[in-house]
């Protein structure tokens, strides 16, 4: 979406509708407000999706997929010959 944006505000400036600063001032603040959202929503999301994964409803589960699987790291041994 950044790319769209940029290529937005780009068109916006040399149509002539609006001028370099006020597309400044207007990326500044989505952005501002965009970080704002993704920083208060994501605890939200994250207890919605883990509260919905463990619903019996299988609609609801495929929905939300199975979520982050934890990785085993495999054991090295450090001894040496």
């Known amino acids: 979406t950044v ?3 940029l ?4 068109s916006r400036v040399f149509v002539g509708v609006h ?3 006020d597309v400044a ?6 952005a501002a407000v965009a ?5 208060l929503a994501t605890g939200p999301a ?7 994964r463990g ?3 299988p609609v609801a589960r495929w929905i939300t997929g199975p979520g982050p699987q934890a990785t ?7 001894r040496r010959p």
């Open 3 to 5: 790319p769209l944006a």
């Open 7 to 10: 290529l937005a505000a780009f």
């Open 19 to 21: 001028y370099p600063h």
């Open 25 to 30: 001032a207007g990326l500044l603040l989505g």
């Open 35 to 39: 970080l704002t959202v993704v920083a």
């Open 46 to 52: 994250t207890r919605l999706a883990t509260t919905v």
């Open 55 to 57: 619903s019996t409803a």
């Open 72 to 78: 085993a790291i495999p054991h090295t041994s450090h």
